[in-house]
């Protein structure tokens, strides 16, 4: 289960994205192939090992005028095994916390792009 959030794309998606991704990166956010075992596998962002730290996912679907922000946690150690959570609910707050903080920066800057004149980028 995932937390998703829909924004829209903001003038000159390709700028965007770059400033996305450096969100991610500055986040120690680090992208990776998923392999999703309900799904086909995935291109996602992802901190955390899974074992030691619960592993926290980001992914960005680009659609025609949106971006969809899917986010959630999942866990493979041996001791607290889980399969993907979504974002809400109280176990493992504080990582779902620092997860929705680095979502939320992402749909700041879309926010802060659509009120930028064509030709300008975000800062």
């Given at each position: 289960m995932r937390t998703a959030v829909s924004v829209p794309l903001p003038p000159m998606p390709e700028a965007f994205h770059e400033a996305v991704k450096v969100i991610l990166t500055?986040?120690?956010f680090k992208e990776i192939?998923?392999?999703n075992p309900e799904k086909q596998d995935e291109v996602v962002w992802k901190r955390g090992?899974?074992?030691i730290?619960?592993?926290q996912y980001i992914k960005l679907d680009y659609q025609q005028n949106q971006l969809v922000i899917s986010g959630w946690v999942r866990?493979?150690?041996i001791i607290i095994s889980f399969p993907e959570r979504s974002l809400?609910?109280?176990y493992g707050f504080a990582v779902?916390?620092?997860t929705k903080k680095t979502i939320d920066k992402i749909v700041a800057l879309a926010q802060q792009g659509q009120n930028l004149p064509n030709g300008q980028q975000a800062q």
């Open positions: 500055n986040d120690k192939h998923y392999k090992d899974g074992y730290v619960v592993a866990s493979g150690s809400d609910g109280f779902k916390d620092s």
